[in-house]
């Protein structure tokens, strides 16, 4: 077989501005050991994310210049609402600005004490919007999606047999939501079978809890179905896509990941009681229901976007980078989760740093190292950012020690990405230099973000 080129030549370029170890290690430094704290032009390959980092293609900018920015009724929102209707078949549509805007809408309107909202698992915003309201989030992840290197075709799914058992003990009348992630973000871009979506929906129907689909990255979902499960091979992206969302009766979505839009999301639904208080409250926070929060240029680009994302040559460079790099780190002996992810390659930081202990903060330790090798900046997803304290003020880990690479979309090359294994190789065999971190300053929430942090010098 070939290689698998990017279905894409590049018509607009942004420099890498080149930095050498030492001048990483005093940025590092002066940035406390915290990656959120350095600024992107001392960044070499960018890996913090891969939302609202995506290219836009000429398409998606001569989208821009069409776009529509009336107040009311603007005829880029009527591109918008039409492409997602015929996207996903949900007849209504409401643009946010992002996808935690939607969530803080929904949530906000369905949430609140004594309430349960039931996951494959929520990613932090979603959980955050549902807590906030005073309900409680349940992730119900497959037994499966716990393992980080076993593999498994779809490690995404939700556990449908303690689905219907939650449902059972705390009455249908306490759930107001079921939310499916597609993929499974927070799991390591894990997809969720088409067999999966069709059954947790038979549960909610019966049990007349609604379902809605976080539908983040459903086009990558998508491609794992095609090429995984029996029976969707030869049916299309659309197709596939279209069944997935028959099965809901709305999504929230962040067109920051599969619309290859630099801002903005959207609620869709089914229940026009439920969109008209979701409208209500966009009209106070967002804005008018024909642009909430956006503009219409940015309606124009998601709108193509959309359709773009659902290319079967794009998909297939897409997760065939995630694969390639996967496949180049296992051949090095390097822990990494298995089968690759959608959108990220996923470190397992406490095999990869075993002398260093969860309170020492291993996976920072991992992401700082990969910064000063090779200017690679990732995130950890571990006890800097889930950690808790006890009563005794000792640390009480996060389950897992990961680094997420998160790869933007249309935006690195096949050598970026040899570049990038090579760095994480590299700090693979000098692992045994790695030092923990210690925090020194952090806030009360999300302290991943802010915290800054000192190495451990006296081992
Ligand atoms: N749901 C999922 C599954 C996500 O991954 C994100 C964002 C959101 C909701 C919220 O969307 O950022 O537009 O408000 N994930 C980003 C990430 C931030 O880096 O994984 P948003």
Redesign the pocket.
Same mark, same amino acid.
């Given at each position: 077989m070939k290689t698998i080129i990017e279905p894409f030549r590049i018509k607009s370029v942004e420099p890498i501005y080149v930095n050498t170890p030492a001048e990483r290690a005093e940025i590092l430094s002066k940035a406390h050991y915290n990656l959120f704290r350095v600024a992107a032009r001392d960044v070499l390959i960018d890996l913090? $994310?891969?939302?609202?980092t995506s290219a836009m293609s000429s398409e998606q900018w001569a989208g821009m210049m069409r776009g529509d920015e009336s107040y009311a009724g603007s005829e880029s929102f009527f591109r918008f609402e039409k492409t997602i209707q015929d996207i996903t078949g949900l007849p209504i549509v409401i643009p946010t600005h992002?996808?935690?805007?939607s969530?803080k809408i929904l949530f906000s309107i369905l949430g609140g004490k004594g309430k349960y909202f039931l996951s494959n698992t929520l990613?932090d $915003? $979603?959980r955050a919007n549902i807590e906030y309201s005073g309900a409680e989030g349940i992730d119900l992840l497959c037994e499966a999606g716990k393992h980080p290197t076993v593999p498994a075709p779809f490690k995404g799914n939700m556990d449908t047999t303690t689905l219907e058992s939650f449902i059972k003990e705390k009455g249908a009348s306490h759930i107001p939501l079921c939310v499916l992630?597609v993929t499974n973000?927070?799991g390591g871009g894990q997809p969720v079978s088409m067999e999966n979506i069709r059954e947790v929906s038979r549960i909610c129907k019966e049990n007349r809890v609604p379902m809605f689909i976080?539908a983040?990255?459903f086009a990558e979902n998508a491609w794992f179905i095609k090429q995984r499960e029996p029976g969707y091979a030869n049916r299309s992206i659309g197709d596939i896509v279209r069944e997935m969302f028959s099965y809901a009766d709305g999504c $929230?979505m962040?067109?920051?990941?599969d619309a290859f839009a630099n801002i903005g999301?959207f609620l869709a639904m089914r229940d026009s009681e439920l969109a008209m208080d979701c409208r209500n409250l966009l009209v106070i926070t967002e804005g008018f229901p024909t642009y909430g929060g956006l503009a219409g240029r940015d309606l124009e680009a998601i709108a193509i976007g959309l359709r773009e994302v659902m290319d079967e040559q794009y998909l297939q460079y897409r997760i065939r980078s995630m694969e390639y790099l996967t496949e180049k780190l296992m051949a090095a002996g390097v822990p990494v989760m298995q089968p690759a992810g959608g959108h990220a390659v996923y470190l397992d930081a406490a095999a990869f740093l075993p002398h260093i202990p969860a309170s020492e903060l291993p996976g920072q330790a991992l992401a700082c190292a990969l910064y000063l090798e090779g200017g690679v900046r990732s995130?950890e997803i571990g006890t800097l950012m889930f950690g808790k304290y006890d009563a005794n003020g000792h640390t009480v880990p996060a389950q897992m020690e990961l680094v997420r690479m998160?790869v933007p979309r249309r935006v690195y090359t096949q050598s970026h990405i040899d570049y990038v294994a090579e760095v994480v190789i590299e700090v693979f065999q000098k692992r045994d230099n790695i030092k923990g971190l210690r925090i020194i300053e952090e806030s009360a929430l999300l302290r991943h973000f802010t915290a800054k942090l000192a190495p451990i010098d006296n081992k």
């Open positions: 913090l $994310t891969d939302s609202g992002q996808g935690r805007a969530e990613f $915003t $979603t992630t973000n927070s976080d983040c990255r $929230t962040s067109a920051k990941k999301g995130v998160a």
